[in-house]
């Protein structure tokens, strides 16, 4: 039985490169969700006119991951605290978001914000938005993979290399073999 999530944690070149790699997760899609269009492109994301944000959708196996340890990867490897922006990248198609498909999923994203918010873990409140899934869309085939295929490209070294880096120092044990 797999579950699927979906976490916006801005650019999702980024977000697919550190997921890719963690045990249990069976699939990554770059995507577009939580917008208003119908199938948009990624220049008409770009606008910020869709209502989307650029997301990973996850197909996981619980047994091997739990739904919090996904999540607690997704809160060390993105800036939940700032709205409509993660690094240089700004626009609310970068928002912090977490899409979820069963009401589970939902009570262990808002009882994890619940405990970082009360630990002041990151200094700010958390403005990650949680809300259901709705109206997902895959991005266009250029963007699948785009790390593993562009691992020299300059964004990839700048942003992408680190938060892998980090993920694989912070969470060794989730480390696919």
Known sequence: MTETLVLGGGCFWCTEAVYVQVRGVLDVESGYSNGHALNPTYEQVCTGTTGHNEVVKLQYDPAQVSTRELLEIFFVIHDPTT??????DVGTQYRSGIYFTSPEQEQVAQALIAELNAAQAFGQPIVTEVLPLANYSAAEDYHQDFFERNPHQGYC??????KVAKFRKTFARLVRA
Do not use: K
């Open 83 to 88: 709205l409509n922006r993660q690094g240089h």
């Open 157 to 162: 070294l700048a942003v992408a290399a680190p």
